[in-house]
């Protein structure tokens, strides 16, 4: 009788452990998939939206990101499109030159290592893998200038790794680069 009781409360205790697992697990698991949630809607953090391929061997003598086309380049809609390529271990252009309130999209990508593209009290926080283009739309409030470090370990250089991103008035802007001719390409030395 009581070696039944014994086994009895055994499996119970084994069956209570287990309950209490399963629970901090699920609750574990619904803190993750509620910070997902939290910093989607309240910081507008996303995952780049789309997967766009590119051919390394091609990068820097027949693509986009050939050196004379980085930088900051109009278009006719009146938008900004700014082309970066990331490397051990430097960004170029070293220092990336936008106009505020005009809406802008950063494409880039790395000729080697798989690098980070962070620009600081923004959202715009990316992965920059060799053989794909990572892209994200933005608008700048006001003038102002952010640094943007490579935040993926990408080597023995990586902490020298970071760009700074400067945001001039956009009627400045737009008359540097019309000083530069329709293929003009705009960053901070300019
Ligand atoms: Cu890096």
Redesign the pocket.
Known sequence: MSDNFRKESTVDLIHRIERNWAILMSAIMLVLVLTVVFTGLHWAMMPPSRVETIRIASLQTNSEFVESNLGSAGSTDGSVTVRIL?Q??SFTPQCILLPANTPITFRATSAD?I??MLVTGTNINSMVEPGYISTFKTVFPRPTEHLMP?H????TG?QA?WAHVKIIDRAAFFEMLKRKGVNGRLDCVN
Request: aromatic share 16%.
């Open positions: 990331a051990q271990y290592a690098h980070g490579c993926e370990y990408c080597g990586h790794m």
